[in-house]
């Protein structure tokens, strides 16, 4: 298994361009999440789907949109980029379970600036 | 709403002796999780340890330990015979149960282990 994997590793954007982070998993996790991570802020989350076609918003949603057409794949666009998007963007994914909880696998992440 | 709280931005020990970071939460929730991940500099999210909240015993990984305070909101992990391999960012994480989706982390203490 490969994991949950993340393409690209590193991006530079300028200030209105878009572009789309990618994630995938191979586990048949249903959980995916997105966070992104800036200096002295821990990691905070910007969306997550509970299974394919369900979205919704995290902590810091503004900016990002999200979809989940299948269960391995959950990619983040940003629609027009700016500096205060510049941060390390990692996903996540996890089996659900009522009764209990289970790990979140993450990926390596996306280190991501904007000009 | 559920706030995790690092109170220690920055910490060092000498290889072989035992070092404690901190953690509190605050939640209104009866059942959950609390986590220890590891970040090296590779950037990889690496979780260390978990804990229970309906469990009083406290986990313990091999030379990773934490004392668990459930009244007082309190999730401290102790790491014992520090190695150098144990430079990194600590991440102290809460999580709900069944919503492994949705952590909310703290800010991290970075721990340097010196020679």
């Known amino acids: 298994n490969a994991g949950v994997t993340q393409t690209p590793k590193f991006q530079v954007l300028k200030t209105g361009q878009s572009m789309t982070l990618q994630c995938a998993q191979d586990m048949n996790h249903e959980y995916m999440s997105w966070y992104r991570q800036d200096p002295g802020m821990g990691l905070r989350l910007i969306h997550y789907s509970v299974g394919a076609g369900i979205t919704d918003q995290g902590e810091v949603p503004n900016g990002y949109n999200v979809s989940r057409s299948t269960t391995e794949d959950f990619p983040l666009r940003l629609l027009s980029a700016a500096p205060s998007q510049t941060s390390v963007y990692f996903c996540?994914?996890?089996?659900?379970?009522?009764?209990?909880?289970?790990?979140?696998?993450f990926g390596p992440g996306t280190r991501l600036t904007v000009l | 709403a559920q706030t995790v709280t690092q109170s220690q931005p920055e910490m060092s020990v000498q290889e072989a002796e035992t070092v404690t970071l901190s953690c509190t939460y605050d939640t209104s929730e009866s059942n959950y999780y609390l986590f220890w991940y590891k970040q090296p500099p590779s950037r990889q999210m690496i979780l260390v340890i978990r804990?229970?909240?309906?469990?009083?015993q406290n986990a313990t990984e091999n030379r990773f330990s934490v004392n668990f305070q459930k009244a007082a909101k309190s999730f401290s992990l102790k790491i014992s015979d520090s190695q150098l391999g144990d430079t990194a960012m600590y991440f102290c994480?809460?999580?709900?149960?069944?919503?492994?989706?949705?952590?909310?982390f703290g800010k991290g203490t970075k721990l340097t282990v010196n020679p």
């Open positions: 996540a994914s996890s089996r659900p379970t009522r009764s209990s909880y289970n790990e979140q696998f």
């Open positions: 994480a809460f999580g709900t149960q069944g919503g492994s989706e949705k952590l909310v």
């Open positions: 804990q229970e909240a309906y469990k009083q």
